[in-house]
């Protein structure tokens, strides 16, 4: 059967490519995108879209009803650098959120629930090379809290009430469709509108900050995986570690140097390195290779070159349209 999706936050980075994928795999009537704000053209132009409140209990479960919604995915955060500085704000959003479509599900309005999580569930006693599944988890950040104790919920919701929730701990997204949202690895995104706009960057972490990054490709993919996997492959319902590309901004600027030779970097370390500082450098994410087959597609070079490739298009359709 095929499933009525709900994408709520699906005006964010992971949310409009999302959408537009999943309506790729099963139509644009079967996937509504909802979010407290309007999103671009080809996100309200390929298929349903609501104004949505995450926040509004009541709105969330109407529109549930109305559309006949069978799978959730909760996108709507508030990410790491935002997060510290509207504290309660984002512990009020990450949670009460989660808590509205945890309820829906166990009430049996919504079968299967995607939720994401995040390297920010760690910390600095964390072990940083080769993240295990299981380890120390004392994450430091707003952020990092809220998704800790979503994860405890989600399991939980499951063990408690029979509630067919999902999850993967998303290392830091790249992509060139959206700009970046607020998060203390959105400087692998950054790096690459500026070395197409002007050649150089003024980057707020140290050269030698390695942390765990992905391709938006390779996370959507994922984020689809996981939600088709059959219910009984998914043994572990906190949250699935995902691996994808560890790198420095030293090495991202190097690899931007192959294809513009004149661009520039500058280390400038601001309150988002002590951030970045407590996350994992490299995550092992055997037990997702295991339970659903995940492999991660795209690496460093491959990944450079699609994204300068991509905004280097959309930069001369842009003066072209001006």
């Not at 409140?53 to 919604?69: G, L, P, R, S």
């Not at 992509?175 to 203390?184: A, I, V, Y």
Request: hydrophobic residues 35%.
């Amino acid at each position: 059967m095929t499933p009525k999706i709900l994408i709520i936050g699906a005006s964010g980075q992971i949310g409009t490519e999302l959408t537009y994928e999943l309506r790729l795999k099963y139509g644009r009537n079967a996937v509504i995108a909802a979010d407290i704000k309007e999103g671009k053209y080809h996100l309200m132009e390929s298929g349903p879209f609501e104004l949505l409140d995450a926040m509004n209990y009541d709105d969330v479960k109407a529109c549930v009803e109305k559309h006949e919604i069978t799978d959730v995915y909760l996108l709507a955060a508030m990410l790491s650098a935002t997060g510290e500085r509207f504290t309660m704000k984002a512990w009020d959003l990450n949670m009460n959120s989660l808590f509205h479509v945890l309820n829906l599900a166990k009430e049996g309005l919504i079968k299967k629930l995607f939720w994401p999580s995040s390297i920010a569930v760690f910390g600095p006693t964390t072990p940083r090379e080769n993240t295990p599944q299981y380890t120390i988890m004392e994450p430091s950040t707003v952020y990092g809290i809220t998704k800790q104790t979503g994860e405890r919920w989600c399991e939980y919701y499951h063990e408690k009430y029979g509630v067919d929730v999902r999850s993967i701990r998303y290392p830091g997204l790249i992509s060139w469709k959206t700009l970046p949202g607020g998060g203390t690895t959105d400087y692998a995104v950054a790096i690459f509108h500026e070395a197409i706009r002007v050649q150089k960057y003024r980057c707020f972490l140290s050269e030698e900050t390695a942390l765990p990054m992905m391709y938006m490709k390779d996370a959507v993919r994922a984020t689809m995986d996981i939600m088709e996997a059959p219910q009984e492959n998914i043994k572990i319902r906190s949250s699935y570690n995902l691996g994808g590309i560890s790198f420095t901004p030293k090495m991202i600027a190097a690899e931007i140097k192959k294809h513009i030779p004149e661009f520039t970097i500058k280390y400038v370390p601001d309150y988002r390195q002590e951030i970045a500082d407590s996350w994992p450098k490299s995550i092992d994410d055997t037990r997702a290779q295991q339970d659903w087959n995940w492999k991660h597609e795209y690496d460093l070079p491959e990944m450079t070159k699609t994204m300068l490739s991509h905004l280097e298009k959309s930069t001369a359709f842009s003066l072209e349209k001006s």
